[in-house]
């Protein structure tokens, strides 16, 4: 789901456990139902819903005309009761939706439920469908089918101050490495700044730092995972960010702390862009991709996003196939990234939006090198809801465990979880 305006809320979705005891593989949806009546939405509501549904109900409009004697109704669902509602709507046919919004990282849950519809052939026929990135419906599919289309993206980059760069005479960090030397150098030459804003609950700010050292979740306790933690946990300390202020922080703070003009860098996301401009840094900062451990690469970055999907109970599953590739096609990703400031999935769309605003290009081509994403397995929400890496990660930042000893334990409950 949005990893974006919502708070700037960090763009992992919170997955509460939703599925009931059925998991029958889902139906394929490619056709099928009335070909008139009131086809059935559910969309998540936002904190300002008004331009996204606005250019809703320009999709409306088009569909209706399409297909006559055929209306579409639209719930907005409050994202903290989704799962209720989904559950619901998975165990009793009658109330189930055809057409679905979901967070990406809902996906396992949902697949086992059930209750999401093969949309493969659908986007096998539809003259967009080969324009989504890969990684993007990577995020989509459950063993081996496909739950969803994406319809749009989140993923975070380096957001610095220009200002604070040149009167230092400081260049954007090429490298993991330069980055930790370039923010001990703002620290020690201004010391009333953090250098990085970086956090012990920063799940996602510390993920890449694991994944461009080779590790992941899944290995947290390999070598690779280990340097990575290393980097990340190295950058809560009194040369750039000292514990007593920073082992506490989550995604959100480090937002403000930027925002704010606290902090002469930030691993922040594209959604983050208004929370910075209504800030002191507003006018004063630029972005780019997050690096790697070599000059040129891109740390792999979380690629949060919502997908559009079909019910397996869908009343109306051919219509709903026409609404949801309208609504997933470059026309409208285009005018819900003007609106809502989303990243769209589409190949064609990224190169549109990022031809006409510069600021975004930092992003896709942070999309373009590759993204990671968290297990798709069932067990991932309680890693989460356990906060599993954030409590790892602070141990690390606070000195009550070694990194060796910190990844040791949380291997073992991610082991736990995934049933590996």
Known sequence: MRLRLAAAAALAVTMTACAPS??????TASGGGPTTGALKVWLFDEPNRAPKEAVVKEAITEFTAAHPETSVEVQYIPVDTRSERFKGAFNDPASAPDVVEYGNTDLPEYAVAGGLADVGPVVSGW?????????AKASATYQGTLLGVPWYLGVRALYYRTDVFTELGLKPPATLAELATTAKTVRARKPEMFGVAVGGKYTFGALPFVWANGGDITSIDSAQSRAGLTA??????ADNCPPQNCADLTGGKTVELFASGKAAMGILGNFNRAAVDAGAAKGEYAVVPLPGLTAGSVAPAFAGGNNLGIMKNAQRPALAADFLTLLAGKKYQTKMYDAMGNLPTLKSAS???AAKDAFVKPFIDTIDAGTRFVPLDPGWGKID???VLPTMIQKVATGKATVDEATTEAAKLI??????
Not at 22 to 27: I, L, N
Not at 232 to 237: D, V
């Open 22 to 27: 059925t998991s029958a593989p889902a139906t």
């Open 127 to 135: 003259s967009e469908g080969a324009d989504l990135a890969a990684d």
């Open 232 to 237: 990340y946990t190295g950058l809560i300390a």
């Open 351 to 353: 190169a549109e939006v």
């Open 385 to 387: 809801a356990s906060a």
């Open 415 to 420: 082991d736990e979880a995934l049933k590996k």
